[in-house]
């Protein structure tokens, strides 16, 4: 039983819609210990009602931003999160704050180009979880801090 229905998700083909738009600035700064930090107000909307089927729990959704470093390749900040408990609740528009804070461990972050993505997991009642992501370009910090 548990493999049927693991093995029925793979026929869904699923759609899902994000956006990101970042409305506010509303600090930029240098921390007394060097890291850059940012706040920021965000509108997120998205449409994951396609990610549910009959074998879906709940989905877990994050945005986070994602950067390049000298140091690393990949520099990922979640900035918020939630848990999606039904497909009734999986059509959102979210006006808010960064829920964590997106610091820089050093001084990275002026006129830095980034991506906000949208990355979910799925978890099913059987079987195994899925992940994936809708990656959002065109983002840069401001140069000077504020």
Same mark, same amino acid.
């Given at each position: 039983?548990?493999?049927?229905?693991?093995?029925?998700?793979?026929?869904?083909?699923?759609?899902? *819609?994000?956006? +990101?738009?970042?409305?506010?600035?509303?600090?930029?700064?240098?921390?007394? /210990?060097?890291?850059?930090? @940012? =706040?920021?107000?965000?509108?997120?909307?998205?449409?994951?009602?396609?990610?549910?089927?009959?074998? *879906?729990?709940? +989905?877990?959704?994050?945005?986070?931003?994602?950067?390049?470093?000298?140091? /690393?390749?990949?520099?990922? @900040? =979640?900035?918020?999160?939630?848990?999606?408990?039904?497909?009734?609740?999986?059509?959102?528009?979210?006006?808010?704050?960064?829920?964590?804070?997106?610091?820089?461990?050093?001084?990275?972050?002026?006129?830095?180009?980034?991506?906000?993505?949208?990355?979910?997991?799925?978890?099913?009642?059987?079987?195994?979880?899925?992940?994936?992501?809708?990656?959002?370009?065109?983002?840069?910090?401001?140069?000077?801090?504020?």
């Amino acid at each position: 039983m548990c493999f049927a229905a693991s093995f029925s998700d793979h026929f869904n083909s699923p759609s899902p *819609t994000a956006s +990101v738009k970042i409305l506010n600035i509303n600090w930029f700064q240098k921390e007394a /210990n060097g890291n850059d930090e @940012v =706040s920021m107000t965000l509108n997120i909307s998205a449409d994951l009602s396609s990610l549910f089927t009959w074998n *879906t729990k709940q +989905v877990f959704v994050f945005v986070a931003a994602e950067y390049e470093t000298p140091q /690393n390749a990949l520099n990922q @900040v =979640s900035l918020w999160d939630g848990i999606i408990p039904s497909k009734e609740h999986a059509k959102f528009l979210i006006h808010t704050t960064n829920k964590y804070r997106f610091i820089d461990q050093g001084s990275n972050l002026k006129g830095k180009d980034f991506n906000l993505t949208m990355h979910w997991h799925i978890m099913p009642k059987t079987g195994k979880m899925f992940a994936d992501k809708i990656v959002m370009t065109g983002y840069r910090l401001p140069e000077q801090y504020r």
